[in-house]
DNA sequence: TCATAAGTAGGAATAATTCCTACTTATATA
DNA sequence: TATATAAGTAGGAATTATTCCTACTTATGA
């Protein structure tokens, strides 16, 4: 993967990010800096990032969220105004007995928690 | 709800279902016993179904995946084979103290671990 | 048994994502 | 430094998953 200007203002952005955007916020916020990147391009982008573990994403309600930061974390998801909220993960969350039973390796976890956040009560 | 005759079949098909099948996979099993079933059905019902808790469903890879298996449980996804294996839950999973913390209310938790199975390593 | 509101089939519309093509650019190397 | 070339890009078409629309059918309460 060599360098290019787009996928430079792409990851910035992700690495910027508190929000967990999807593609077309990307897009939004792309074309601030380079007002006529190309859907494909960032899509394209997107997918390479994630593959050189540059970048992560994860599903909520039917879309593509994507996310710069690559300590490992969990999720809150409001199901009323849908804020995510990430939360360290400080505590063991599944046992290493049940992983032998079924005899897995475990390369990625994801946990995700829906509710009503504070602001939402 | 009233009853429908297609309903009954698609849920019937989730219940008896031990892979966690997708909009286009149900249709196709729906299509052997009603043979003239149409896609906007099978959305419409999977939707209503799950909005009154009769089934429940979650995002792997992009693909919206269902489930006629409602006890609380974990999902192992395997990256290669994409087998979903169904875990027990019978470790407290997050801290309460976390959840103090961030003054969340929780409604729903979906972990989900994502690696090799033991037929793919 | 009948009125009617809910449900259905079939296909059109929409939205998210990928694909295609001709043009541009980063970079290895001569 | 010049240049060949493979990777990247813009723009738009194609694809895919899902929802919407319409005229017809059916479950159900009275």
New interface residues.
């Given amino acids: 993967m060599r360098f290019s200007h787009q996928r430079e203002i792409i990851l910035e952005i992700l690495k910027e990010a508190r929000d967990h955007p999807t593609a077309d916020i990307v897009l939004n916020r792309a074309r601030k800096k380079i007002p006529n990147i190309s859907f494909g391009t960032v899509y394209r982008n997107l997918n390479q990032l994630e593959e050189s573990n540059l970048i992560t994403s994860y599903?909520?309600d039917?879309a593509?969220h994507y996310d710069g930061n690559l300590s490992p974390h969990?999720h809150?998801y409001c199901?009323k105004c849908s804020t995510i909220?990430d939360?360290?993960i400080?505590?063991p969350?599944?046992?290493h007995e049940?992983i032998q039973k079924?005899?897995?390796?475990?390369?990625?976890?994801?946990?995700?928690?829906?509710?009503?956040?504070?602001n939402c009560?």
């Fill in positions: 599903n909520f039917g593509h969990h809150f199901n909220i939360l360290p400080d505590d969350i599944i046992s049940l079924f005899d897995l390796s475990v390369e990625g976890i994801e946990l995700s928690l829906y509710g009503h956040c504070s009560k």
